[in-house]
Each structure stands twice: as C-alpha cells, then as structure tokens.
C-alpha cells in the first residue's frame, strides 16, 4: 500500500526558509493531488496547500506569499518551501495523498493516506 | 474566507452514540470528510463524501451532512474511538478544516 515519508531539518532559524520532502513508496505520484498539513503543538490542523503531478497547485491564502511546492516524478517525491519563518511556523508537518474530482455536480477533497509527521522547530 | 464550527468536546458513555457535529455556511452544498487523530499520531480519515466509509474503518462510523451541518456519528461507542476529530471541506480552491472536537469516553 501507499506510505509517505516527510524529510527534512527539524531545525530552522527565523527568517530562514522551511524545506521538506515527502517521498512516496508503494505507488506512483502520478494522477494524484499531494497535500501538505500542518499542526502546532496543541492545536488543530492547518491546510498549507496541494500540488497535482503535472506540478499545478493551490495554497492556503493565508501562506501563499511564503509558499512554495514542487513535484519530482521521477524520484516520486514532492516537496514544500516555505520562507521567511517565525516562530509561529513551528509545528508537525504532514504530508498526505488527496484524491480529488467531481461527482454528481459536487468537488471532492480528502486525504486518505498521511506520512507520520515531522516537527519542525523555528529558533536561533 | 470560508469557515467551519465544532464543538471543543463531546463525551459519551461506552456503548452509547456520538454526535460530532460541524457548522458552515451551505455545508450541505460541500463534500464534507472527517479525521480521527490520536495523540502523537498521524490523521485517519474515517468519513469521506458526507457518508463514505474508506476501507478498514468499522461500520459504527457514519456520517451525514444536510443544510449548514455536517455529523459525525459514532454507534457503539467504545474507548479506542476516544481521540480529536476534524471536519473538512473544500471551498475556493482552498481546503478548509474544523477547529476540531475531543472526543472523551467516559
């Protein structure tokens, strides 16, 4: 079965640039949406923004201006930018498989396959 | 920008039935999911489409969404359903969750 890896520093300082890797395994990345979720310690879930394999994306408006993501089909992986940093950047970072598409006159997006998180921490 | 209302928490009873609920405006007219999140895991998702249940998640999982509300319901419930549970929707290009509900047997 599909299973996702996010990779990257657990570390980064303010200001810096926020880079993470999710790599998928048992599947290929093509013809899916690729999503990227965060969650600060204690709180709920926030939506970063997705990627489509052909590398089309959407983000969360909230973050677009800081907000990067990228696709490598040949490696099945994508990945998320996310620059200029803070401290309330600070949070697990998941990655996650969302199958997307219309059906009877309605858009549907979920995400039914998450990789096991990776923390990040903002600090100097 | 496009917003969603649960309940902080809910408790119930082993055995007795959860109503998780989550308010938006026309939710009805949006293809609602759910998420069951345990401590120190990752996100499950249990309810998509309003109502369907992905493969592996038990039959006492269903869901509904009608109007400016969307449930989750749990029948039967037992302590291993005790965990945070979010909705969440799709709405102007932008996936949109609830603020989440923790779910207590009690």
């Known amino acids: 079965q599909v299973q996702l890896q996010e990779s990257g520093p657990g570390l980064v300082k303010p200001s810096e640039t926020l880079s993470l890797t999710c790599t998928v395994s048992g599947g290929s990345i093509s013809s899916y949406y690729w999503s990227w979720i965060r969650q600060p310690a204690g709180k709920g879930l926030e939506w970063i923004g997705r990627?489509?394999?052909?590398?089309?994306?959407n983000y969360n408006p909230s973050l677009k201006s800081r907000v990067t993501m990228s696709v490598d089909t040949s490696k099945n992986q994508f990945s998320l930018n996310l620059n200029s940093v803070t401290a309330a950047d600070a949070a697990v970072y998941f990655c996650?498989?969302?199958?997307?598409?219309?059906?009877?006159?309605?858009?549907?997006?979920?995400?039914?396959?998450w990789g096991k998180g990776t923390t990040v921490t903002v600090s100097s | 920008s496009y917003e969603l209302t649960q309940s902080p928490s809910v408790s119930v009873y082993p055995g007795q039935t959860a109503s998780i609920t989550c308010s938006g405006d026309k939710l009805g007219d949006k293809y609602a999911c759910w998420y069951q999140q345990k401590p120190g895991q990752s996100p499950v998702l249990v309810i998509y489409q309003d109502s369907k249940r992905p493969s592996g998640i038990p039959e006492r999982f269903s869901g509904s969404n009608s109007g400016n509300t969307a449930t989750l319901t749990i029948s039967g419930t037992q302590a291993m359903d005790e965990a945070d549970y979010y909705c969440q929707v799709w709405d102007s290009s932008t996936g949109v969750f609830g603020g989440g509900t923790k779910l207590t047997v009690l």
């Open positions: 990627i489509y394999s052909s590398g089309s994306t």
């Open positions: 996650a498989r969302a199958p997307s598409g219309t059906t009877t006159g309605y858009y549907y997006y979920y995400m039914d396959v």
